[in-house]
């Protein structure tokens, strides 16, 4: 009979020292399973919408003399408010220091610099912007976690794909860089090809299909090598989308492949032969084969 799989033990949970009024504070800013916890995110998120909105307009020269003064005040009603937010975040954590170092503490810190260093430093107040990063939080306030699953899905396709694009992009470098210079040699400054540079920034507009048109060739030479590179450009669109497409198709199949049958838990070992969860068999052993 084949051995059965051993239990897996729930991890024991870490030990919570925080005060009664830290936790109740805890559950408002990071729990969702209350309606005032989820009516404060989702009035979080707004504000955030809000505040990028301002900065925005606050750009518009023609608005500056009108609504100027009002949008620093906004600024700064917003800049008080995500500070609150985040050191409530902090002081109710479990694991402050986890907390600050994780992907929404860096983004929540990064939301509120700019403004106090626009005190000292002229124009970082536009880097706000930053905190559109953090309506990121909509995925979490949705439970729309499906979606930050296929988001590692294309994760792990690129990333298994990183040889095959690579390889691609030193190719288009390659010829951008020789169309570039043939350009040069044959139009040269006369028709705007200035420095070999130059030639091969116009070799990136044309052979990417952009086509601004500031540079364009006037010999009868030079408009046949355009014309060869933009048929190479036609031909050079669809290999990184076929690279991306095939990595994506080995990537689901290994997720259906590894994934248990009875759970649906991903993640297991390469070499698993039980889901570590319910235990159940991962995948039918291969059948023995004669000598």
Do not use: N
């Amino acid at each position: 009979m084949p051995a059965q799989p051993e239990p897996t033990l729930p991890k024991p949970a870490l030990p919570d020292h925080r005060s009664a009024w830290r936790r109740r504070l805890g559950d408002l800013i990071f729990g969702l399973d209350t309606p005032l916890a989820r009516a404060y995110d989702v009035a979080l998120i707004a504000t955030i919408g809000l505040s990028v909105f301002s900065v925005m307009v606050e750009t518009v020269a023609s608005l500056q003399p009108v609504f100027g003064r009002v949008l620093r005040d906004l600024e700064w009603i917003f800049t008080v408010a995500f500070t609150l937010d985040y050191l409530g975040r902090l002081i109710s954590a479990r694991r402050p220091w986890h907390y600050a170092r994780s992907f929404y503490g860096v983004v929540d810190l990064l939301s509120i610099l700019p403004s106090y260093l626009a005190l000292f430093f002229f124009g970082t107040q536009y880097l706000l912007v930053i905190r559109v990063l953090r309506v990121l939080r909509l995925f979490r306030v949705f439970k729309l976690t499906r979606y930050l699953s296929e988001a590692d899905l294309l994760g792990e396709a690129l990333r298994a794909s990183r040889a095959k694009i690579t390889v691609f992009m030193v190719t288009v470098l390659s010829l951008v860089l020789v169309f570039g210079t043939l350009m040069y040699l044959i139009e040269g400054p006369k028709h705007g090809f200035t420095s070999i540079p130059t030639s091969v920034y116009w070799a990136v507009v044309t052979i990417s299909t952009v086509g601004y048109g500031d540079i364009s060739p006037q010999t009868p030479l030079g408009k046949l090598v355009a014309s060869v590179a933009m048929l190479f450009g036609y031909g050079i669109i669809a290999v990184p989308t076929g690279i991306v497409t095939a990595g994506l198709v080995r990537a689901q199949e290994r997720r259906r492949l590894d994934a248990c049958p009875q759970c649906g838990l991903t993640g297991h070992e390469p070499d698993a032969r039980h889901c570590k969860r319910c235990g159940a068999l991962l995948r039918p052993a291969a059948p023995e084969t004669e000598p």
